[in-house]
């Protein structure tokens, strides 16, 4: 439940300016650069280890298509009465690896008007690190700018777990993310989301899901916005290899 009766959004928004404020601007370099650099470390580290692990990955498509596939989901979360919250994503995976890109579009209704804020949300790299039959489970990094504030970037991490049923028809998506501004110590959002999906159609590669939910959001440790979620997601898995 939401911390504060009234004006959710507005107070989201001031601390978003009183942080960019404590951290003397260039927000777009803040997050990005010290959580960012530490996966590209890890990357150039392990480049041998990682082209092994993405081939071993890839031969396991025949066991689970979702391990190259595109997803495309809209999903929108409502507390009744007051919030509207809506994010549109679209994710690609190919064996180890897998990017995610969403818009976080925040509305909150008030006897005074409406009042919105939005994020952009690119979660650059992630990395499948279990890849069975039922289960996806990965971590990644990228950013999260504020369309708000202080206008900054943040470096955002995800911890997520997909299952899915050995005929594709049921399936259960579990997400973490945490951005950090570690110039200022502060926590712009935590958020866990949860979700089902039941398929609704499927024409050769092609799944259509109804995705059913919620969503818990916590910016800059003070202001918690929640919602039931519901929405459809696309799904476009690579054909089978052929051997």
């Known amino acids: 439940m939401a911390t504060t009766s009234m004006a959710q959004v507005g107070d989201i928004k001031n601390s978003s300016s009183s942080n960019s404020k404590s951290g003397g601007g260039g927000g777009d370099s803040k997050g990005g650069s010290s959580g960012g650099g530490f996966f590209v470390d890890i990357f150039i580290n392990s480049l041998s280890e990682i082209g092994v692990w993405q081939k071993y990955k890839l031969d396991k498509r025949s066991e689970n298509e979702y391990i190259v596939s595109l997803d495309v989901i809209a999903q929108a979360a409502v507390q009744p009465s ?4 809506m994010n549109p994503r679209i994710r690609g995976n190919w064996g180890l690896f897998s990017t995610d890109f969403r818009i976080n579009y ?4 008030k ?11 690119w979660q650059i790299l992630q990395l499948n690190l279990v ?12 950013f999260m700018k504020e369309n708000f504030g202080g206008q900054e970037s943040f470096f955002e991490s995800t911890y997520g777990v997909f299952f899915q049923s050995g005929q594709k028809h049921l399936g259960a998506n579990l997400e973490y993310r945490l951005a950090q501004d570690f110039t200022t110590g502060a926590i712009p959002r935590r958020e866990l989301g ?14 259509t899901y109804l995705t059913m ?21 696309l799904r476009v898995f690579s054909p089978p290899i052929q051997r």
């Not at 925040?106 to 209704?109: I, P, Q, R, V, Y």
């Open 82 to 85: 007051r919030y509207y919250l």
């Open 106 to 109: 925040l509305l909150e209704e």
């Open 111 to 121: 006897i005074t008007g409406n009042e919105d804020l939005t994020t952009i949300d």
């Open 131 to 142: 890849t069975t039959r039922h289960v996806i489970g990965r971590i990644g990094g990228g």
């Open 194 to 207: 949860a979700h089902f999906e039941y398929r609704l159609a499927s024409k050769g590669y092609w799944n």
């Open 213 to 233: 939910g919620g969503v818990y959001q916590q910016y800059y440790e003070s202001v918690s916005v929640w919602g039931i979620q519901a929405g459809l997601a």
